[in-house]
């Protein structure tokens, strides 16, 4: 096996602790805050703040790996987040809300430097290999959503007050994203560029291509966000019990990485363009089978659909915001796509919340119509500017 596909084969076996850890996170931070919370409305504070850790944290986690190097950056940052497991720990054993959103910050931190390992296979791969190396260490999410869900139904009132075995449990998964990133070998970035600017953030965000690809990447994660944070709640609501929505948030993190084994191969085949079009039509199916009712069978079929139409979109902007920058730049493009990303994450997962809370399950859905719209009048868009036919020919 080459350099290249055993660092690909190692960053996805990350990328499965990472999403362990955050499928976890995603079960629980919300029923968490609703036991702690002093008010229902506030239950996805400890979300919003996991999201809002991150948003804070993306961009000098960029320019620190642009510093230090990509793969000891990446190991202090993921290393970071056993301090904020065992605060979550704590938050939970003392019964304190906002200990808890501290915890859920300093999480949020660490979640922002496992969010590079996607660009860390793409830097080191080569222009034809690319879409297909972020594809299959997305594709690492699959046995990672499906392992952290189970664990957490093991553990979630294994020890003290429930959730608190469960955050704990995550440290096992952070310690193994550890030794894989200990065998890893990225390339360093080269000395020359290592002081480089390249151009300036003003003049890569002037290229449609990165316009489209920042703004499809923030808006399609934050309406997978907006309504995922809020499905275990609006089940409660609907008297399912917590083993139901941990299998389905569990089948929504599958379809958001199982298909990372063939959607490289669609977009070096389709175009990037074709690939994002579907994948904002299934968000739009997705909201469809949700307003259609709500049991159990709904809420599953909705999210694996949304999951699936999350993952064209996300590895088709990556795809496409790798074609917007040089190799000196990519450490400042890179780091204003994650920042993006992490504001409308913490927007979606607080207005989730409230929402939920206040309107009910299907207002969240309808709020989530008009962003899908965008993504489609975005994409249009660019595919009219290139004057490239969506189904025929990439961008």
């Known amino acids: 096996m080459d350099s290249i596909h055993r660092n690909v084969a190692l960053l996805a076996a990350c990328q499965a602790m990472l999403l362990a850890v955050n499928s976890t996170l995603i079960a629980i931070n919300g029923l968490a805050g609703l036991a702690l919370a002093p008010a229902a409305s506030l239950a996805t504070l400890p979300v919003t703040c996991w999201v809002i850790g991150g948003a804070l944290t993306t961009a000098p986690a960029s320019l620190y790996m642009k510093r230090v190097g990509r793969r000891e950056g990446l190991l202090h940052g993921v290393a970071a987040g056993i301090i904020g497991v065992l605060i979550c720990g704590a938050a939970v054993y003392v019964q304190s809300f906002w200990l808890l959103c501290a915890g859920t910050l300093a999480m949020g931190g660490s979640n922002a430097f496992g969010q590079y390992y996607r660009f860390a296979a793409a830097d080191a791969a080569s222009p034809a290999f690319r ?18 869900p189970a664990t957490s139904r093991i553990t979630v009132d294994a020890l003290g007050p429930r959730f608190m075995g469960a955050y704990l449990a995550l440290i096992g998964f952070i310690l193994i994203a550890i030794l894989l990133l200990r065998a890893t070998r990225l390339p360093e970035p080269p000395a020359a560029h290592a002081g480089a600017g390249g151009r300036p953030l003003g003049a890569i965000a002037r290229q449609p291509k990165f316009v489209v690809a920042v703004l499809c990447g923030a808006i399609s994660y934050g309406v997978m966000n907006f309504l995922m944070t809020s499905t275990p709640l609006a089940m409660g609501a609907c008297g399912h019990p917590y083993g139901e929505a941990a299998f389905v948030i569990a089948a929504h993190v599958v379809g958001m990485f199982a298909p990372s084994f063939f959607t490289g191969t669609l977009v070096a085949r389709l175009g990037v363009l074709p690939v994002m079009f579907a994948g904002a039509v299934l968000k739009v199916a997705a909201i469809a089978v949700a307003l259609a009712g709500v049991a159990v069978a709904h809420f599953l079929c909705a999210l694996v659909l949304l999951g699936v139409g999350w993952n064209f979109l996300y590895i088709g902007a990556t795809t496409l915001l790798t074609e917007t920058y040089r190799s000196e730049e990519r450490a400042l493009a890179q780091g204003a796509n994650e920042s993006a990303i992490f504001a409308m994450m913490a927007i979606s997962s607080f207005i989730s919340g409230l929402t939920v809370a206040g309107a009910g399950w299907e207002r969240v859905n309808l709020g989530a119509l008009p962003l899908v719209g965008v993504m489609l009048a975005a994409l249009a868009w660019l595919a009219w500017r290139t004057r ?8």
């Open 131 to 148: 879409p297909t190396a972020i594809s299959l260490v997305l594709a690492g999410g699959l046995v990672g959503g499906i392992l952290g």
């Open 388 to 395: 490239v036919r969506p189904g025929t020919a990439a961008a």
